[in-house]
Nanobody, 123 residues
């Protein structure tokens, strides 16, 4: 099993930046594909970005292309989401998630979840 704790959310003006962190505890963090998802009020949880365990390849939603970057530090058991050029529509609770195997964009494919961190972008 793995436990996930997100941090780094907050209030930022449009055009600004935030970096989210997700610290993992448990064994073999490096063997998990890690994903970031977000959920805005009244909307379904949606895929943002993922990074694979084996190759470190990254995958992203079109809505964040060129603005958000996922990375991982296996020595620190941490995955990051660097968010630049933030827009009001990025406002949501952001969750990190973990699964074994390849990435999926469907939240239901991820076995482990953090509690989420709020990101609010003011316009």
């Amino acid at each position: 099993q793995v436990q996930l704790v997100e941090s780094g959310g907050g209030l930022v003006q449009a055009g600004g930046s935030l970096r989210l962190s997700c610290a993992a505890s448990g064994r073999r963090f490096s063997s998990y594909t890690m994903g970031w998802f977000r959920q805005a009020p009244g909307k379904e949880r949606e895929f943002v970005e993922a990074i694979s365990a084996s190759t470190g390849s990254t995958y992203y939603a079109d809505s964040v292309k060129g603005r958000f970057t996922i990375s991982r530090d296996n020595a620190k058991n941490t995955v990051y989401l660097q968010m630049d050029s933030l827009k009001a529509e990025d406002t949501a609770v952001y969750y990190c998630a973990a699964r074994r195997g390849r990435y999926y964009i469907q939240p239901g494919e991820y076995a482990y979840w953090g509690q989420g961190t709020q990101v609010t972008v003011s316009s």
